[in-house]
């Protein structure tokens, strides 16, 4: 009797061990394909997963299954997440951060964000999530902006500084820069903010702008040189340049110096012996036709 009672409490024990296993034993640990287990295809009765916070900093409330990829950036505000969020499925569908009063104080109850000086020299206001790169050159206006600036968020919503009188009057009213001499020579007048880029070839005119000149800004707005009798008369009148004998050999008449080879020709001696370099009817440098020009020319090429 107590072999039978042995075998007979083997055979009930093996039962319960295998007969879930071979009937599926649905809901009770195993599963079976379409119920979300391995290869199933999502998560029982095609329920979502669970929300979760994400995001290298913990800002971003998404679905389990998501994969978040975020910059490890860290901003004050995502403290507020850690603090008083509760991430959670909403009735949309969607993973995201209950608006809680506690939540939304901790943000700023949605306000933008505040307006900040920037800039390589603060010449800049701006809203303090925008990224604003400038160069670095300096310029007389931008301490205006740090005596008397007043950075902030104007009536149309966008950053700016304040327009009070001090800053004004600082920036000069709004009048435009002053004119300045410039140039490799000091013969240019020009704005202050232009950049000018001039050659370094000296002319002899190019003293008088430093004698004579008086730079300033014209009734047509340009900056320019004031047309003084003294500066008038110091370029000529506006005559053009005088005829100069050039050319390696002297045998060239022009209005500005010439290279020329220097391969020599008996007809350059008659131009020094007997040449006049002057400009013509035509406006054009020349050698005068003289006829004691034209008889050694004529001797000495044999024509």
Known sequence: MDLFRKRHRLVVGMLVLFVPLLTGAKGKGCQSPGDGG?????????????????????????????EVVT??????????YAEHGVCERGA??????????????????????????????????????????????????????AEHGVCERGTSGECGWRPTPELEAC???????????????????????DEVVTTCEWREEYACYAEHGVCERGASGECGWRATPELEACL???????????GC???????????????????????AEHGVCERGASGECGWRPTPELEACIEAATGN
Do not use: K, M, N
């Not at 910059?71 to 507020?80: G, P, S």
């Not at 506690?102 to 390589?120: D, F, K, M, S, W």
């Not at 002297?250 to 220097?262: K, L, M, P, R, S």
């Open 249 to 271: 050999s002297g045998q060239i008449c022009a209005d500005e110096d010439v290279a020329t080879d220097c391969a020599w020709l008996e007809e350059y001696a008659c131009f």
């Open 92 to 145: 949309s569908g969607e993973c995201g951060w209950r608006p809680t009063p506690e939540l939304e104080a901790c943000l700023g109850g949605g306000e933008p964000a505040p307006c900040v000086v920037t800039g390589c020299s603060g010449q800049v206001c701006a809203d303090a999530d925008d990224e604003v790169v400038t160069t670095c050159e300096w310029r007389e206006e931008y301490a205006c902006y």
């Open 236 to 246: 000529g009148g506006g005559e053009p340049a005088p005829c100069v004998v050039t």
């Open 71 to 80: 910059t490890c950036e860290w901003r004050e505000e995502y403290a507020c």
């Open 171 to 193: 920036l000069g009213g709004g009048e435009p820069a002053p004119c300045v001499v410039t140039g490799c020579s000091g013969q240019v007048c020009a704005d202050a903010d």
């Open 38 to 66: 391995p290869g199933g295809g999502g998560s029982a009765g095609g329920e979502p997963g669970d929300c979760r916070p994400a995001g290298c900093s913990g800002q971003i409330c998404a679905d389990a299954d998501d």
